[in-house]
């Protein structure tokens, strides 16, 4: 028999201006099972709560209902209370006459009217409620990033150096992402490889990290605290161990000829065993096998073999499958530029000349094919015009995608001063929409670019590029003026759209977290809780969430990985129990639950005899992964799936407690 | 070059050209690609993305007597570039719909309001087109009697220009349709 | 000068008589979402706002937990309104929750209109965190809606 | 399946030569089609330019003939025409409004169903490269031909759904067919001033200047067209431009149809090759074993 205790605030005058609480708790005493009502000036005060406390004691209560405040305020105070004196927290329930009753209304009768209202309806769902425990999930203490570009590295080397172990998956056979392509960098002009390289080699000395390159994650189980990582380690066919980046094998391998470097991206070409760069963290090659004479001439070749002093080459190796378990994963898998070639206009793919911006940084850049010299691809010529082309791809529904990537201009802004500084006498045209420089230094930087340096900025688009006698004419705008322009150009940088990196969608769907409709991974919320995803135990970092710069990158990773020191300083992880529990003895296995749950919280659980046999299928509910959002419970056609604090018979009985 | 913009006007002209063009001039971000591939954009007095945006804050009078609305000849290389799907094309057809619905004479292109005048009498003549008295006719309306003459009879020559017009049998029809169109 | 008028349309709508079989008086009841509407609602009261008192608030996670059949037996028990309220669409605390409930109400209209519910008694809507005056101007302007209505209690069902 | 044929006032007109080499290769391809009967003008630019609604009903009428006529297939070899009738077909699929308002005045019902082909569509879809290349007799070897597609065939595409709008590559396709060596240059699709031919001359010139002179720069020694209006402009108006920018073009253009004619063994008179204003015998003396020069 429910025996409860109804305790009636009058919030100073707050309430009782305009509640009659004497009335509310008059009422309160007449309901069957009410076996205590009291009205005090200030329940959450602490002769109030010491009171709530005493009761409780006193006449062995089984709920409680406060008529106060709302439970956005002190909800959690008289939990706290009513725990303290052995009460299951959640069997305290919150009629809200404050917020939707003494301050909303003025009518004192029908004021006090609603309150009772809302005070019979906590009454009969306290009767219903059952006792709920918080869900506590165990910890491992191990992070899972995947993704090496500078914000899985900044990411992977500070939960490193907060003393927890990393696991770091790169998919290509070095980490530094897309940073380590790029030449010097805005607003201050710091090169590149110069700031990243010392962090790539950082990444893989720590102590506390552990590097798969040419590795991707293939299958992920589990949740937070908990979750089961399978890792494919694709075949180098060199034993890292013993390889010591000599570099005898790929001066060695007689395929130097028509294999396009992705790492220059097909500015040069790159032999079939090969380190994509000389700083490549670890320096150790691969073997492309799709190109290697071994392989597709059966077993003839094999210079690289002979030239190899450890003899680390093997030609035998295989895919290995790497299993993990760890407590918290970070998804930094970042971005794709577009391919330009749907711009037929603008001739990507059939003018040599007209480039992308990422190729442009590799024109720059002392490592790249030219070696910092600026020389066109067609004929080797330093060009003496280029002409820049913002927005390719970006804020193009069209043809291409809406959204604006962010890092053109400034990088455009980039090229047109190293252009000038590189080339003397020479000449940039900008053509952009917009320009959007609003971080620290940025505005700054594009001014000098016109300035100083003697960029001319056009505002409007080019609609067509073309060759004239060895001249790239390029036909934009000038809105501003109200012109159409014609340049000459000796060569044209695009520069192209970010898009996510191909094959985000996949991961998202095997991580089990949510994605926009380009495959940017979204945040948890957006505000204020950036650096989550929507699945708990699982963050993001960098441009894998949308176009963003270095800085920002950075400090996304930083974020991510202190979110993750944050829930590994404690052992467990605490899960409120308002979840969705699952009635085996009902439940016919047809999981439309598991088909509207947003979170994948909801798995097969097989139930055997003692003899190991089959008895039935049944839904169950991860507690790591369920929010308690409810939408099981409509989807469920048995009527056996229910959150627990907001039960159907709980909801029938407040709508009956109204009745007329 | 200052306007004073009048809010009821210019929405009406807006709302206007909105519904005859299905499509929403707020979609222009005057990135000016249309402008930029225009064929004939040199000899414009508004760019099209001018002519857009004149639109939107219901500049009629420009718009309406603009050379650019007349030389516009509908290739769609703006439509087709546009990065954001405007009917671009569309809207040069919808102003000129309107001028000439308004009855303006374009003041600087004359001849090729003409030129569609002409010919739709023809068709509206004839069912067809009769090239002949099409060129005469135009050539009576605008004065140019002797430009393009020299090609006149080489032309005859090879048998590009018919002595005769053929017209449609159903010509009924034909009147029909511009009765309940025109 | 904004308080007056406020407090004159509450007035309003309390100096309704009530008749006897009439939906003069009328009980309201809003099932809300706990993150969106019913901070929306609390939002109000902390900005003293005045709105009609004939709604009663039941809350619950998401809208994605209303059951249809709720509504139903809200009716069953005499409301003469039900009012359904959650997070804007694209702002689900749960991601998706919004979307299910909306789908499902889609449906839901039809069976509500098969037995003999007077559609216009129902009405869906979203009423974010920060929107109080949103809530207050959608329970006064459905208060006053379902008194404008025919006011039997029959009239709810109407083919019976 | 029935092949309606939609001349057009073009062709029967300053381009018979279009329709006569067009006939010819239709019957040495043993294909049949049958013109739209009591066919009327579709408005072509000047409808569309200042009454839209006009613009739609006139190609509806020949639409509405053809398919009650039992035609699943309209062939319009202007290109002009094949973009008005297709677009015309679109706005009745889309605007519900305006198709009562027209099939009301037609009095005559129209589905829309039919596929409405311009004369490269027709070639490639309907007849097909197989067909085309077996019939041809006469490699046209040694021959330089630049294609131009101009305006009205890719553009807009949405509507016109046809090859790709900035690199369109089925007129080269069939160029190489013949033997001859497409050649590639950069204003296959800039508009050459079409229908202000007559009011604007002076941009017309302009226009199609930078075309002629871009594709004799790239070396072609003929130019093939698929429109009367682009055939207009750069046949017709060539000897006055070659006059206004002192410099020597004689680039014969020829239709599509023509240089197929001239493959498949077809002599130069029978395809009225002679009607065209720039002279194409000294070109076509380069083909080796061409019947009957003149």
Request: aromatic letters at 8%.
């Amino acid at each position: 028999m429910a025996r409860i205790g109804v305790f009636v605030c009058w919030c100073g005058s707050n309430i009782a201006g305009t509640v009659d609480v004497e009335k509310v708790r008059e009422e309160a005493a007449k309901i069957p099972g009410v076996v205590s009502a009291l009205d005090y000036k200030y329940m959450c005060s602490d002769p109030g709560q010491n009171s709530l406390r005493n009761i409780i004691k006193e006449k062995n209560l089984t709920g409680i209902v406060l008529a106060a405040c709302s439970p956005h305020m002190h909800e959690n105070t008289f939990r706290k209370a009513a725990a303290k004196e052995g009460l299951n927290p959640y069997f305290v329930e919150i009629a809200n006459i404050r917020e939707q009753v003494s301050w909303v209304h003025e009518d004192k009768e029908r004021a006090t009217a609603k309150a009772v209202d809302l005070m019979k309806m906590m009454v009969e769902k306290v009767k219903r409620d059952k006792p709920i425990e918080d869900v506590r999930v165990p910890l491992n203490k191990k992070a899972l990033v995947i993704g090496g570009g500078i914000a899985g590295i900044q990411a992977a080397l500070d939960i490193a150096n907060g003393g927890v172990e990393v696991i770091l998956v790169e998919k290509e056979p070095s980490i530094g992402g897309k940073m380590i392509q790029l030449d010097e960098t805005f607003p201050t002009l710091d090169c590149s490889s110069c700031i990243m390289t010392p962090k790539m080699v950082e990444a893989n000395q720590h102590p506390n990290i552990k590097l798969y390159t040419y590795s991707e994650v293939e299958d992920i189980s589990g949740y937070i605290g908990n979750f089961k990582v399978k890792i494919k380690k694709k075949a180098r066919s060199v034993v890292e161990k013993d390889c010591t980046g000599c570099g005898e094998c790929w001066n060695a391998c007689p395929m130097h000829k028509n294999i396009k470097s992705e790492f220059n991206v097909n500015l040069s070409e790159r032999t079939a065993i090969y380190v994509p760069f000389p700083q490549a963290v670890p320096l150790v090659p691969v073997l492309d096998r799709s190109v290697c004479l071994h392989f597709k001439k059966g077993g003839k070749c094999q210079k690289c073999y002979d030239a190899c002093g450890p003899k680390c080459i093997n030609f035998d190796l295989q895919d290995e499958i790497i299993e993990e378990t760890v407590g918290a994963i970070v998804a930094s898998t970042g971005y794709d530029l577009m391919d330009t070639s749907m711009y037929g206009e603008y001739g990507y793919g059939k003018y040599k000349d007209v480039i992308s911006g990422l190729q442009f940084e590799r024109i720059l850049s002392a490592s790249g094919p030219t070696e910092g010299v600026i020389k066109r691809p067609s004929d080797g010529k330093t060009p003496q015009t280029i002409v820049f082309v913002q927005c390719v791809g970006s804020r193009d529904p069209e043809k291409g995608v809406p959204y604006c990537s962010k890092v053109c201009c400034m990088y455009t802004a980039k090229h047109a001063k190293l252009f000038a500084h590189k080339v003397h006498g020479s000449q940039s045209y900008v053509f952009y929409i917009d320009i959007r420089s609003t971080s620290k230094g940025y505005e700054e930087f594009v001014r000098s670019t016109m300035e100083q340096d003697g960029a001319i900025y056009l505002r409007g688009r080019v609609s067509k590029i073309y060759e004239d006698e060895g001249k790239l004419i390029v036909k934009g705008a000038d809105t501003l003026s109200g012109n159409q322009v014609e340049i000459a150009a000796d060569m044209v940088v695009l520069a192209t759209g970010v898009i996510p990196k191909k094959g985000s969608d996949k991961l998202a769907q095997m991580l089990g977290i949510s994605y926009d409709k380009y495959g940017f991974f979204t945040e948890s919320h957006p505000k204020l809780r950036p650096a989550e995803s929507s699945t708990a135990g699982i963050f993001l970092a960098g441009m894998a969430q949308g176009p963003r710069d270095i800085p920002e990158s950075v400090v996304s990773g930083s974020a991510a990985a202190s979110k993750i020191l944050g829930l590994f300083s404690k052992n467990e992880y605490e899960v409120e129990g308002t979840i969705a529990g699952v009635n085996e003895a009902t439940c016919v296995a047809c999981f439309y639950c598991q088909r509207v749950c947003a979170y994948n919280a909801i798995s097969r659980k097989e139930i055997k005899d003692r003899s190991g046999k089959l008895v039935k299928v049944v839904a169950n509910v991860n507690p790591g992964l369920c929010t308690g959002c409810g939408a099981c419970v409509n989807a469920c056609f048995s009527k056996s799936i229910d959150v627990k604090g907001f039960m159907d018979d709980q909801i029938y009985a407040e709508i009956k407690a109204l009745a007329i | 070059m200052k306007t004073v913009i009048n809010e009821q006007n210019r929405r009406n002209f807006a709302a206007q050209v909105e519904a005859m063009l299905h499509d929403k001039l707020a979609k222009c971000y005057q990135c000016g690609k249309c402008s930029a591939g225009c064929p004939v954009n040199f000899e414009m007095d508004y760019t099209p993305n001018q002519i857009i945006k004149m639109t939107e804050l219901g500049m009629e009078d420009k718009v309406l007597n603009s050379k650019t609305i007349w030389l516009c000849v509908s290739c769609n290389t703006c439509s087709t570039r546009c990065p954001k799907g405007f009917e671009v094309t569309g809207i040069m057809d919808v102003l000129r719909e309107i001028a000439e619905k308004k009855g303006i004479v374009s003041k600087v292109e004359k001849e090729v309001q003409m030129f569609h005048e002409v010919f739709l009498d023809n068709v509206k003549s004839n069912g067809r087109i009769f090239e002949l008295e099409l060129v005469g006719k135009y050539k009576l309306k605008t004065r140019h009697l002797f430009r393009d003459m020299f090609l006149a009879p080489k032309m005859l020559e090879k048998g590009k220009l018919k002595m005769h017009g053929e017209k449609i049998a159903d010509l009924n029809q034909i009147a029909k349709i511009f009765k309940d169109f025109e | 000068m904004e308080d007056k008028d406020v407090k004159k349309e509450s007035q309003n709508h309390t100096d309704v008589k009530i008749e006897s079989g009439n939906s003069g008086d009328p009980r309201i009841i809003a099932f809300v979402c706990n993150w969106c509407t019913y901070s929306g609602a609390d939002l109000a009261g902390t900005s003293r706002m005045k709105y009609s008192d004939n709604v009663r608030v039941i809350k619950l996670p998401c809208t994605g937990r209303i059951d249809p059949l709720f509504i139903v037996e809200a009716f069953k028990k005499g409301a003469k309104g039900v009012l359904v309220s959650g997070c804007h669409p694209g702002d689900c605390h749960y991601t998706s929750g919004n979307y299910h409930s909306r789908r499902k109400y889609a449906t839901f209209r039809d069976l509500l209109g098969y037995l003999g519910v007077d559609l216009d008694r129902v009405e869906f809507s979203w009423v974010s965190a920060s929107e109080g005056n949103k809530w207050v101007s959608i329970i006064n302007e459905f208060t006053d809606k379902i008194k404008s209505l025919p006011g039997k209690s029959t009239d709810i069902f109407t083919k019976k | 399946m029935k092949l309606a044929y939609y001349p057009g006032c073009s062709l029967k007109g300053t381009s018979f030569e279009y329709e006569v080499s067009l006939l010819k290769i239709l019957e040495t391809l043993n294909i049949e089609v049958k013109e739209i009967p009591d066919w009327n003008c579709c408005g072509a630019s000047a409808a569309h330019s200042i009454n839209h609604n006009l613009s739609v009903a006139l190609p509806a009428r020949n639409l509405a003939i053809a398919e009650n006529g039992g035609y699943e297939s309209v062939l319009a070899p202007c290109a002009a025409c094949s973009n008005r009738l297709k677009s015309a077909d679109y706005e009745l699929k889309t605007d519900d409004i305006l198709k009562k308002k027209i099939t009301d005045s037609l009095e005559m019902p129209y589905k829309a169903e039919m596929s409405i082909n311009n004369m490269l569509e027709f070639l490639i879809g309907v007849v097909g490269k197989d067909k085309i290349k077996s019939m041809v007799k006469k490699p046209l070897s040694g021959l330089k031909v630049a294609s131009y597609y101009g305006c009205l065939l890719v553009r807009p595409p949405k509507i016109m759904k046809f090859d790709d709008p900035e690199n369109p590559v089925t007129m080269d396709e069939l160029v190489a067919l013949t033997g001859a060596e497409p050649v590639d240059y950069s204003f296959k699709t800039e508009c050459c001033g079409a229908i202000n031919s007559l009011s604007k001359p002076d941009v017309v010139m302009a226009l199609t200047g930078n075309i002629l002179y871009d594709i004799k720069k790239h070396g072609a020694d003929l130019v093939v067209v698929a429109c009367p209006l682009c055939h207009s402009n750069l046949d017709v108006r060539q000897r006055e431009i070659e006059r206004k920018y002192d410099e020597k073009l004689g680039l014969p253009v020829l239709f599509i149809t023509e240089l197929l004619g001239l493959s498949f063994g077809i002599t130069p008179k029978d395809l009225a090759i002679d009607g065209h204003m720039v002279a194409a015998d000294r070109v076509l003396k380069k083909i080796e074993g061409l019947p009957n020069q003149q």
